[in-house]
């Protein structure tokens, strides 16, 4: 692991922080951007349709970044002997809140899935009391984790 840091350091580095700007920065454009534009929308199918859309084409983008965090995250506590550092606690701490985040957008991904599946039932209120937390709880949450998360790695930086 040290040697597979000490030669590609900087990209792992990057990766790691554009993977993690593409999942907050991701969010933070669903939920105050797009998600206001489609309140836009007056027919409530369409409306739903969109959401369904924006949701499943921000996983396709997300999910890889969710995996390059963890595994660029795994490379650098080990090369950087972070075990034995004080600032140990600081990493344990930034991997915890993704870890929370990852259980957070698994619980969206699920509730997605089962919205898609009442609106292919045309059950519009049903798929909509499934995609309401989302909106309202689970990305606003993940906003707030993910940038505490980006915050705890520059302090990392330091080290």
Known sequence: MQSLFNNYSSLIVFLHVISAVLW??????????????????KEPKIKLERTLENLRRFFNMVIPAIITILITAIIMIIALNLKQSSLYSTAIAKESIWTIMTIVFITIYIKRNKAQKYFNANDLQNCKNQLAPIAKFYIPLNIILGIIAIYLGVVLRGF
Do not use: E, K, L
Request: glycine share 12%; no cysteine.
């Open 24 to 41: 907050v920065g991701g969010m933070i454009a669903i939920r105050f951007a797009i998600h206001y534009s489609i309140q836009d929308i």
